[in-house]
T-cell receptor
Framework: SAVISQKPSRDICQRGTSLTIQCQVDSQVTMMFWYRQQPGQSLTLIATANQGSEATYESGFVIDKFPISRPNLTFSTLTVSNMSPEDSSIYLC????????????FGQGTRLTVV | GENVEQHPSTLSVQEGDSAVIKCTYSDSASNYFPWYKQELGKRPQLIIDIRSNVGEKKDQRIAVTLNKTAKHFSLHITETQPEDSAVYFCAASIVNRDDKIIFGKGTRLHILP
């Protein structure tokens, strides 16, 4: 199974600043996914990051606010830009692995608090 | 795009009883339906999944059923135990298209002593 390392695990940031979250996978994967999980809520897909192309954003999420990089098949970053308290959430990266069956694996998450 | 509805949002059952969580999906192209368990402060973990060519799948105390015609799928936990207390998410995906997984809103399951 894929092992995903995500950092930072948590951060407290001032409003108006930006935070970049890193996600490293121990195997090469075509697509990586970024989710947001607000307190007590479900996981909402922000975007799909493909290596060598622009990320594909879900409705309600835009590149200016959540720029994503995908420089190679094992790494991706998500930046939360110009943060406001409403951005306080847990951000998780995920990969889908198809070895036998299909399974999604998640990083441990980044707990972001904007003050 | 895909929309997954999940009910109930909260469920309390006596230890040893069964728990059932129900979901519906909107995109008839969805062909993969995983269920995740998330304990407090931890990442979601896959507990069982089902593909659209199968109507039912069982793994010990956990079973999942799928009705493609009605676009319904359900999670059944039998002989519930205290460690089953967690938030459960159903999800839907289209394997071999974009693989993105869309989650339901979750069910907080409480197992009562």
């Amino acid at each position: 199974s894929a092992v995903i390392s995500q950092k930072p695990s948590r951060d407290i940031c001032q409003r108006g600043t930006s935070l970049t979250i890193q996600c490293q996978v121990d195997s090469q994967v075509t697509m990586m996914f970024w989710y947001r999980q607000q307190p007590g809520q479900s996981l909402t897909l922000i975007a799909t990051a493909n290596q060598g192309s622009e990320a594909t954003y879900e409705s309600g999420f835009v590149i200016d606010k959540f720029p994503i990089s995908r420089p190679n098949l094992t790494f991706s970053t998500l930046t939360v830009s110009n943060m406001s308290p409403e951005d306080s959430s847990i951000y998780l990266c995920s990969v889908v692995e198809r070895v036998g069956d299909t399974e999604a694996f998640f990083g441990q998450g980044t707990r972001l608090t904007v003050v | 795009g895909e929309n997954v509805e999940q009910h109930p949002s909260t469920l309390s059952v006596q230890e040893g009883d069964s728990a059932v969580i129900k979901c519906t999906y909107s995109d008839s192209a969805s062909n993969y339906f995983p269920w995740y368990k998330q304990e407090l402060g931890k990442r979601p973990q896959l507990i069982i999944d089902i593909r659209s060519n199968v109507g039912e799948k069982k793994d010990q105390r956990i079973a999942v059923t799928l009705n493609k015609t009605a676009k319904h799928f359900s999670l059944h936990i039998t002989e519930t135990q205290p460690e089953d207390s967690a938030v459960y998410f159903c999800a839907a995906s289209i394997v071999n298209r974009d693989d993105k997984i869309i989650f339901g809103k979750g069910t907080r399951l409480h197992i009562l002593p």
